[in-house]
């Protein structure tokens, strides 16, 4: 098993030093067995791409990032069993290669499928479930060293899906598959954003995935990406609500270069290569950021939207951009869309920590009367005591990890701090 020191190792975006004394690379399962039962405290670590302090422990990390993959698909079943350390836009092009697809993607195809499932990571859509839907198994190390494996359909199944890293170590994952489709991504410009408030549901339906791409402040929207799937046989807007068709591919982010974008101008393709909103080809821009995501019920959408606009002279100066996504509604017990479907009100910040972390009481304020939930891998200050009440199973989360977990190995700072309520 491969080891190293990680006193000095950051995240994704460079904000954030883990406290663990070293790092594990186990590259087989006994390996991770042992990983687990010779450590006090364990955390498992995806892709990095938190940008708080939910991966960290201060005991050991556990990286899969070496183990086999051993991707296998299921063709009657229509699943695919693979590594959680497997990064999604891996499997994306193993699947597309097969004649497969997910339903769905995230913007960065980098990130791994177990971080991205533990945190409720999600795409667009109005009828498309964030990622950790698509899970149907599980199997996991739990803290005794023992692998359990879980199917959709057993007991506390919907409790363990988005586990925060609080249940165990996530081995491998069993994910729904479908066959491949193809979809074009067309982009508009300078949206009027009364147009959008108006029939916000007719936007967000759109396309098969819409995402609105704003700084916040004057009358428009500045990008609307549609995704639509070709197979949908229903007519690809020319219009949409007075936006402007863009001409040259775009990045989200005004007078950066669109070369790390996937494919745009409406030219259809894999849907491997159209979901994300970033080419796994390229190296995203780590260091130069920092994020926050608020969801909220999707009844509340655009009071909530006029609640953001509001703050827009404290937010903009801040900020890079902004992008505003739906999701359906499911029944994963800390999933941000449990039991409702929602929109997800995205920040991209610039990295100024100090600067943002003061900003953020002031937008949660803001989003209160709508319940909003946080992105559970993004910056926000809300603690247990405000977040178990936006939850109507938090208490049997809190009473299953107790259950999985009775001595705390895979408590941390971050779940002390936002599950259970205590700093022990």
């Not at 938190?50 to 960290?56: E, P, R």
Request: aromatic letters at 8%; charged letters at 20%; glycine letters at 8%.
């Amino acid at each position: 098993m491969i080891e190293e020191q990680v006193r000095d190792r950051l995240n994704w975006a460079g904000n954030h030093a883990y406290a663990a004394e070293a790092i594990a690379h186990p590259t087989t399962l006994t390996e991770l067995q042992r990983a687990v039962t010779g450590s006090t405290r364990v955390s498992a670590l995806g892709s990095r791409h938190s940008f708080n302090d939910i991966a960290d422990s201060p005991g050991t990390l556990v990286s899969l990032d070496v183990m086999d993959p051993a991707v296998s698909v299921d063709p009657e079943a229509l699943t695919v069993t693979v590594g959680a350390g497997v990064r999604y836009g891996v499997l994306a092009e193993h699947l597309q290669r097969r004649g497969y697809a997910l339903h769905n993607l995230a913007s960065l195809p980098h990130i791994s499928i177990g971080g991205a499932i533990a945190t409720a990571t999600h795409g667009s859509g109005d009828r498309n479930g964030n990622l950790a839907t698509a899970v149907v198994g599980l199997e996991l190390v739990t803290a005794s060293g023992d692998v359990l494996t879980v199917t959709q359909g057993d007991d506390d199944f919907d409790g363990m899906v988005v586990g925060l890293g609080a249940l165990g170590v996530v081995h491998r994952v069993t994910l729904r598959i479908e066959p491949t489709f193809e979809v074009r991504q067309d982009v508009f410009t300078d949206v009027p954003w009364d147009a959008v408030l108006a029939d916000y549901d007719a936007a967000t339906s759109a396309a098969y995935s819409v995402s609105l791409f704003t700084d916040w402040t004057g009358g428009t929207i500045g990008q609307a990406w549609l995704k639509s799937r070709v197979d949908s046989g229903t007519a690809v807007p020319t219009d949409f609500f007075g936006g402007t068709p863009a001409e040259a591919a775009l990045h989200p982010v005004p007078g950066v270069a669109a070369d790390h974008c996937t494919q745009q101008l409406g030219v259809s393709g894999p849907w491997s290569d159209r979901l994300a909103h970033f080419r796994l080809a390229f190296t995203p821009s780590n260091g130069e950021e920092l994020q926050t995501e608020y969801l909220v019920g999707r009844e509340h959408a655009v009071a909530a939207i006029e609640a953001v606009r509001a703050l827009a002279p404290r937010i903009t100066p801040l900020l890079q951009v902004s992008e505003i996504r739906s999701m359906a509604a499911d029944g994963l017990w800390l999933s941000n869309n449990y039991q409702r479907a929602g929109i997800g009100l995205h920040f991209t910040w610039k990295p100024a920590q100090p600067e943002v972390e003061a900003l953020l009481p002031e937008i949660e304020a803001a989003l209160a009367p709508f319940a909003m939930r946080p992105h559970w891998g993004k910056l926000f200050t809300a603690d247990a005591a405000r977040l178990a009440p936006l939850y109507p199973r938090f208490d049997d989360f809190r009473a299953l990890a107790a259950r999985m977990d009775p001595e705390g190995k895979f408590r941390n700072a971050f779940l002390d701090r936002t599950v259970f309520g205590s700093t022990a």
